[in-house]
């Protein structure tokens, strides 16, 4: 069963608090992407990683890390920096870099109060 | 800096009826445009459209691109309640998606 999991798929967090989000994927796709949605946008893109331990910002990297040790995996870490957390998070791969359909997780919610 | 925008915002139609969604955008080096349908999490992909002029399609719905007036729409014929969703578009300028805000479509029974 080949696809992109996202977990957990909601997640309650108090401000000041760092939290992690996983994204596993088993497409054998070289590339991942952090989005963030918010209500009745589209998606804004966080960081991006082209291979295995290279990852690059997007346009809202503030607040934000990530690591790329496997292939398979791109963990990203919302920071107590991060002014506005609450949030819907949508990790995405691809099997290769530019000209690539991306493949979307079932993303996790994030609350902060 | 590259854009992608979509109109209309949101459109209620009945089951049955036709809609055209539309996509317009600025860039500086195409490289293709995709559209995803996002009902209540992921998004799905639905086409990547990559030359002027040609028609992909699949069953009820079919898009094409237009390079020289920067725009693509997306159509869908005989609407099922089943297409209630949001409908992005998304540029691909080789090195990343820029997404436009997308179209929220309900359709009524």
């Known amino acids: 069963d080949g696809g992109i999991t996202q977990s957990p798929k909601y997640l309650f967090r108090k401000e000041g608090q760092n939290v992690t989000l996983s994204c596993e994927q088993n497409l054998n796709h070289d590339a991942m992407y952090w989005y963030r949605q918010d209500p009745g946008q589209g998606l804004r893109l966080i960081y991006y990683s082209q291979i295995v331990n290279d990852f690059q910002k997007g346009d809202i990297a503030e607040g934000y890390s990530v690591s790329r040790e496997k292939k398979e995996s791109f963990p990203l870490t919302v920071t107590s920096a991060q002014k506005n957390p609450t949030a819907f998070y949508l990790c995405?791969?691809?099997?290769?870099?530019?000209?690539?359909?991306?493949?979307f997780g079932p993303g996790t919610r994030l609350t902060v109060t | 800096e590259d854009k992608v925008v979509q109109s209309p915002l949101s459109l209620v139609v009945h089951e049955g009826d036709t809609v055209t969604l539309n996509c317009s955008y600025e860039?500086?080096?195409?490289?293709?445009l995709l559209w995803y349908k996002q009902e209540k999490k992921a998004p799905t992909f639905l086409f990547m459209l990559?030359?002027?002029?040609i028609e992909k399609k699949s069953g009820r719905l079919s898009s094409i691109l237009d390079k020289k007036e920067l725009f693509s729409i997306l159509n869908i014929t005989a609407t099922q309640t089943g297409d209630s969703a949001v409908y992005l578009c998304a540029l691909n300028a080789g090195n990343m998606l820029t997404f436009g805000g997308g179209t929220r479509l309900m359709v009524k029974p």
């Open positions: 990559t030359s002027s002029g």
């Open positions: 995405a791969s691809s099997m290769g870099w530019g000209g690539y359909e991306q493949y």
């Open positions: 860039v500086t080096n195409f490289r293709s």
